[in-house]
C-alpha cells in the first residue's frame, strides 16, 4: 500500500506563495487529489490530477491561484498555491484516487491513502 508524506506548509502573510509537496513511497499510476480541513470544518476537495499529468481540476475557491503538478520520475505531486488569502489557512492533505464517474466531481470516498497533512497558515 502506497504511503504518503506531505510537506513544504508554514506561515505565510496574505498574497504570498508556497509550494506544497507530497512524496508517495512507490511508483503510482493513480489520479492524484490534494484537500483540505480547516479548523471545525469538513474536510475538502482543492485540486486534482490525472496519471500522466495531463488533466487538472480545482475547487472554485483556489481556481486561478493553484497549480497542481506531477513528477512521477519522483513519484511526486505538487501544489503551488500563489495570492494566498487567510481563508486558505488549513491543514492540506493528499491522497490516491480511485475508482471515480466524473472527474471533475471529486468525493472525498474516492480518494484513500491519505498522507498525515500539512499545516498552512496565511495570515492578514
Known amino acids: 500500500q502506497v504511503q504518503l508524506v506531505e510537506s513544504g506548509g508554514g506561515s505565510v502573510q496574505a498574497g504570498g506563495s508556497l509550494r506544497l509537496s507530497c512524496a508517495a513511497s512507490e511508483r503510482t499510476f493513480a489520479d492524484m487529489g490534494w484537500f483540505r480541513q480547516a479548523p471545525g470544518k469538513a474536510r475538502e476537495f482543492v485540486a486534482v490530477?490525472?496519471?500522466?499529468?495531463?488533466?487538472?481540476y480545482y475547487a472554485d475557491s483556489v481556481r486561478g491561484r493553484s497549480t497542481i503538478s506531477r513528477d512521477n520520475a519522483k513519484n511526486t505531486v505538487y501544489l503551488q498555491m500563489n495570492s494566498l488569502k487567510p481563508e486558505d489557512t488549513a491543514v492540506y492533505y493528499c491522497?490516491?484516487?480511485?475508482?471515480?464517474?466524473?472527474?471533475?466531481?471529486?468525493?472525498?470516498?474516492?480518494?484513500?491513502?491519505w498522507g498525515q497533512g500539512t499545516q498552512v497558515t496565511v495570515s492578514s
Open positions: 491522497a490516491t484516487r480511485g475508482a471515480y464517474r466524473d472527474f471533475s466531481d471529486s468525493k472525498i470516498d474516492e480518494y484513500h491513502n
Open positions: 490530477i490525472n496519471w500522466s499529468g495531463g488533466r487538472t
